[in-house]
């Protein structure tokens, strides 16, 4: 199952989005669980809702791309701003174990957590999930090329 789509800089937006592509997952997607249809939703979220925020600067005349693939075995995500990039190491922190209740900046941790593999590539990321490594902490599986 393939998805592309593109959306303004607004969470309101892509709240919008995320709720249509799920929807489409749940009725016409390969039968996935919901813990990996909870993946699914969480990671698109947090990539997209760091796009606006963060490469967009919430400027709603900037866009943000997404393309999803979505099959038994795995699912993909590649999301594209319209920013500079950024440096993964300073946006990933070496202490999140200890809290990952805080507030802000924990979203790129906690999907790699949840099994994700994630690259960055100037203003694209990149995130791989195999549904057999959904809950296999993945550190140090975020890269920056």
């Not at 949840?114 to 057999?132: D, E, K, P, R, Y």
């Amino acid at each position: 199952m393939n998805f592309s789509f593109t959306t303004e800089s607004t969470f309101e937006a892509v709240d919008q989005s995320i709720k249509a592509v799920m929807t489409d997952i749940r009725e016409k997607g390969p039968g996935i669980s919901g813990k990996q249809v909870f993946a699914v939703d969480f990671a698109l979220r947090e990539l997209l809702n760091n796009a606006v925020e963060h490469g967009n600067k919430m400027d709603p005349a900037k866009q943000v791309r997404c393309h999803l693939f979505l099959d038994e075995k795995s699912v993909s995500l590649d999301v594209w701003d319209e920013g500079k990039g950024f440096c993964l190491e300073k946006a990933v922190d070496d202490d999140v174990l200890q809290d990952l209740m805080r507030e802000r900046n924990r979203g790129l941790e906690i999907i790699g957590l949840m099994g994700f593999s994630i690259t960055v590539t100037g203003n694209h990321v990149a995130a791989q999930l195999v549904w057999t490594d959904l809950d296999r902490p993945q550190r140090g599986a975020l890269r920056q090329e």
